[in-house]
């Protein structure tokens, strides 16, 4: 199991509960999330993730590269355009970004 630091101001359970939901929705590790694979769903997982842990728990991207590195491996800069890449999904309405943003937010009630 991955030691967690918890964000000020959070919940101790809601960014790892989080991670957990969606690399099972994704359907991938937590080992797999560290890696620098460029597999599809390992990259979708960290778009979603970024997306929202940054918009929904109000986390900056300095902050979620600080305290989630060992975890994301991604640095500010991909956090932001990852956040942004998902949010455009969501515009688009990609059927998978959709389908999980219905799911995280009747799980989560954000």
Known sequence: MINYTVYPGLKS???PTLIEFICKYYNITQDQLKSRCRLKSIVNCKKALCYYIHEHLKISCGNIELNYYN???IKRLNIRYH???FKNLLAVKDQEAVNLN???????KF
């Open 13 to 15: 359970a809601e960014v």
């Open 71 to 73: 975890i994301l491996h």
């Open 83 to 85: 956040h942004m890449d």
């Open 102 to 108: 219905q799911v995280i937010t009747s799980f989560f």
